[in-house]
């Protein structure tokens, strides 16, 4: 059984896996599993598109300007 792993660990894990595939069946699965991630969520997909067009046109809102906002919304552990 494998330990507990957290998400750095279980990426790079998966992105040394991926690299031994030989198969070229295998990856074109691999790829539209994550293509279809996508595809699922089109509203996450549309507010990433979004997103990057607002950081290309320089419509950004600093951090700390964000963390102002919302810091009610949050309440801080440590």
């Known amino acids: 059984m494998k330990t ?3 998400i750095e ?3 790079i894990d998966l992105m040394q896996r991926l690299l031994t595939i030989d198969s070229e069946d295998i990856l074109l699965e ?3 599993i994550l293509d279809r991630d996508l595809e699922m969520n089109p509203g996450l997909s549309a507010s990433i598109k979004e997103g990057l067009e607002n950081i290309e046109k320089g419509e950004t ?6 963390r102002k906002l919302y810091d009610k919304w949050f ?3 440590g």
């Open 4 to 6: 507990v792993m957290n």
């Open 9 to 11: 660990t279980i990426k």
């Open 61 to 66: 809102i600093p951090h700390e300007e964000v």
């Open 75 to 77: 309440v801080s552990y």
């Open 30 to 32: 691999i790829e539209k």
